[in-house]
């Protein structure tokens, strides 16, 4: 794991106390095919009270359909439904036959309440249990709710508390609330007390997305438990950390829980200080501790030390400049969110007053990062004046996503990116074994400049859930840059796997790679 550190003005002048912005970031290698990973443990809570009826519920029970034929017959799968009730649909089990499993789930209905903290419980619970029979393992727990708790316990506080208590026993707890009618900022405390992601599901048809996405989390996870701590000399006060991130500050010692982080990951942290340097350079040291999981869980710990020179005044760094910008419209959008609450005419000003920071500090060296932010603060706007309810759910979401994924790869951030397109191929069955070549090809062609992608699979014959990993993760890596990764030429087998797992609603089908070319060309031409 790399650690780097920047402070907003490289240097500062000697006797005067000055406001400064220090930026951590934290970058983790590519995973390019890591076969002694460990196994994964997946327990799906899901809600089946009577107002999941209909799309809802169909959508739902679709897409934990395709998570549980997407994860390798290494890995583990439990089921809970709940409603009024608590049901175990699927015990903790190995995936070797999938078709009893999928048949399980399809079978939910909707019906009764939603005592979401009796079936988060019983999840949790079956995670515990799973590891004194398999040993060392990566287990999350996904929680989905379209509504408020009103069963057992309701309490938000209690609930954090049971995210924060599993967390420490190397379990995580993803949050995925669908539709109006759920409290956001309780679902997203829970995942962020719980090392996990929280996402917004506003309509039936997004639902594969969202679980596409948690499939690529936890089937590439590096690290588990990260901590990050900062230890700032006697001439440097700490004052506040703009990224929402659980911390703790105590005898100038910055701890922050940083949570789960993916292979090609990146996490960054701003924080406001004030210094008041004496003649001397002013020297922090800065501690990351870790679990590695493709390490066997094995401790990792990294200390750097950086020096902030004193004597001259700089002019600010433009990289934190941006990284500032950010961090405070995440901010801004969690406090528009809970402000919203009871006063959606101020929460529109505090977005108003911030999208008029962004465009006084917009400059040639940062316009593309500043467009971005003031384009989505305008559009979270326009949500909360059509509908408070829904822009109160996409300002939560949206503030979690700029903390957890602001979009970067960052192998590839300083490389040029041109529009050139790669062909590759494969003959025969694409595994666990040979998988990783596929994740190889696509990285070192990354590494050339290539964000477009032909996977010509005319001579695949059979694909495992395996290679479907690397298949998604790999066209990932290309969105990420604005690119486009497109199979093409798929077998009859081949294209009965892309229609059950929902592939295909992922990464985008061509007939034949003349057609392929023309998907990609108009999407350069956008």
């Known amino acids: 794991m790399k650690v780097e550190a920047l402070w907003e003005y490289p240097s500062v002048p000697g006797k005067t106390e000055s406001l400064n912005h220090l930026l951590i970031r934290l970058s983790s290698p590519p995973d390019l095919g890591q076969k002694n990973r460990l196994p994964v443990v997946v327990i799906l809570v899901l809600d089946r009270s009577w107002s999941m009826k ?81 040993g060392p393992c990566v287990r999350r727990v996904l929680l989905l709710t379209d509504g408020n708790a009103n069963l057992g316990i309701v309490d938000p506080e209690q609930l954090r508390q049971i995210a924060e ?45 969202v679980f596409f996405k948690e499939f690529g989390e936890v089937g590439s996870l590096y690290a588990q438990t990260t901590e990050l701590k900062i ?23 910055l701890q922050i829980e940083v949570g789960d982080m993916r292979s090609d990951d990146q996490r960054t942290f701003v924080m406001e200080t004030a210094v008041h340097p004496e003649e001397e350079n002013l020297e922090l040291d800065i501690e990351l501790n870790y679990y590695e999981v493709t390490q066997n869980m094995a401790l990792r710990d990294t200390r750097t030390r950086i020096t902030l020179p004193v004597g001259q005044e700089s002019s600010p760094n433009p990289e934190v400049t941006s990284e500032i910008a950010i961090a405070w419209a995440g901010k801004t959008m969690m406090q528009a969110a809970k402000m ?42 326009k949500r909360l004046r059509e509908d408070s309810n829904l822009g109160r ?24 990116m041109h529009d050139r397109i790669h062909e590759l191929s494969h003959k025969g069955d694409l595994d666990l074994y040979n998988s990783p070549e596929l994740r190889q090809n696509v990285y070192n062609k990354m590494l050339e400049g290539y964000r477009y992608f032909i996977f010509d699979m005319s001579e695949v014959s059979y694909v495992d859930s395996s290679a479907v990993g690397a298949l998604i993760q790999a066209a990932s890596w290309v969105n ?31 007939e034949s790679v003349n057609e392929a070319k023309q998907m990609i060309e108009a999407r350069q031409r956008r």
């Not at 529109?348 to 932010?373: D, F, H, I, P």
């Not at 503030?399 to 040029?416: A, S, V």
């Open 231 to 253: 230890k700032f000399p006697p001439q440097v006060r700490f004052l506040e950390l703009l990224t929402d991130a659980p911390h703790h500050y105590q005898d100038q010692e």
């Open 480 to 510: 990420r840059r604005g690119g486009l990764f497109v199979v093409a030429n798929l077998t009859s087998t081949v294209e009965k796997l892309f229609q059950m797992t929902r592939l295909n609603t992922f990464i985008p089908v061509a």
């Open 165 to 209: 208590n599993h967390k420490e026993m190397g379990i995580s707890t993803t949050t995925i609330g669908f539709g109006t009618d759920f409290n956001e900022m309780v679902l997203k405390d829970i995942a962020q007390a719980g090392h996990g992601n929280f996402y917004f599901i506003e309509s039936p048809e997004e639902t594969s997305e």
């Open 340 to 381: 919203a609450e009871t006063d959606v005419t101020g929460a529109l000003e505090l977005l108003n007053n911030m999208v008029q920071r962004l465009y006084e500090a917009k400059t040639a060296q940062n316009a593309e990062v500043m467009s971005s932010l003031i384009m989505r603060l305008e559009e979270m706007q």
């Open 393 to 416: 759910k996409f300002l939560v979401a949206g503030g979690f996503t700029l903390y957890q994924d602001k979009g970067d790869f960052l192998p590839f951030r300083d490389i040029e």
């Open 54 to 134: 209909g799309d809802k519920l169909k959508a739902t029970l679709d897409a934990a359909s395709s998570f549980v034929n997407w994860l390798t017959r290494y890995d583990y799968i439990g089921v809970v439904a709940y409603g009024s009730d608590v049901r175990v649909v699927q015990p903790v089990v190995r995936l070797g036959e999938k078709a009893s499993i999928v048949n399980r789930i399809q079978t939910l209905t909707a019906e009764g309440s939603t005592n979401l903290s009796g079936g988060w419980l019983q999840g949790l619970k079956m995670a515990q249990e799973i590891q004194k029979e398999i």
